[in-house]
């Protein structure tokens, strides 16, 4: 096996993989609150790092049809929540490329560094 290498998104608040606390991404690339997924609230991120991405699925959304990847944290590879690959609804497409994050399965960290 080899050597595991890791990004840091940069900036003081950030979120981490509640399983084993590796960085996914920061507070700048928060887009919305308001997302829910199968263990409940969940936020939308513009860009996220140290994820592995499965294989493209469509699922039926409340917000429609979607073709989309589920994310699992690079280091634990427990699942943390989902990428948008494509929206059938030209209303959704803003998601497309952005990512969402079950809260359940990421947490929140300060870090020390100032930005």
Request: with cysteine; net charge positive; glycine share 8%.
């Amino acid at each position: 096996m080899g050597k595991l290498f890791l990004e840091h998104p940069g900036g003081r608040r950030l979120y981490a993989c509640a399983n084993c606390t590796t960085v996914l991404t920061n507070k700048r690339s928060l887009v919305s609150t308001t997302f829910h997924g199968m263990s409940g609230s969940a936020y939308l991120f513009n860009s996220v790092v140290n994820v592995l991405r499965g294989d493209s699925r469509t699922t039926d959304m409340r917000t429609g049809r979607h073709i989309v990847r589920d994310v699992y944290c690079k280091r634990c590879q427990k699942y943390v929540g989902w990428t948008y690959e494509y929206a059938m609804s030209a209303d959704q497409r803003y998601k497309e490329g952005m990512y969402v994050l079950e809260c359940f399965y990421i947490m929140q960290l300060q870090s020390a560094v100032k930005d």
